[in-house]
């Protein structure tokens, strides 16, 4: 089993920035990828960037250029830095990560405000 505990959420104006971040525990051990998806009202839930554990990285279109994930693995935490933020990026954010059988767990999901 895997818990996850998400921060960094909150309202900002269009432009601005925000860092969310996302801590593991439990068995840690067995994790490989750590990724960050988002929910939009209306919308199903979509990939928004994801990174092994050897550090191979994937970031999806919408995002590509004004976010980064990073992950800390000493700390266990998984980040994600927006910037350039857009009304459009307004979602619940979930932090998720797989293991090495393939097996997902997924945190509460934090909400990220864009707008003026």
């Known amino acids: 089993q895997v818990q996850l505990v998400e921060s960094g959420g909150g309202l900002v104006q269009p432009g601005g920035s925000l860092k969310l971040s996302c801590t593991a525990s439990g068995s840690i051990s067995s994790i490989n990828v750590m990724a960050w998806y988002r929910q939009a009202p209306g919308q199903s839930r979509e990939l928004v960037a994801g990174?092994?554990?050897?550090?191979?990285?994937r970031i999806e279109e919408p995002v590509k250029g004004r976010f980064t994930i990073s992950r800390d693995d000493a700390k266990h935490t998984v980040y994600l830095q927006m910037n350039s933020l857009k009304p459009e990026d307004t979602a619940v954010y979930y932090c998720?990560?797989?293991?090495?059988?393939?097996?997902?767990?997924w945190g509460q999901g934090t909400q990220v405000t864009v707008s003026s």
């Open positions: 990174i092994t554990r050897s550090g191979s990285m």
């Open positions: 998720n990560v797989e293991n090495w059988g393939g097996y997902h767990y």
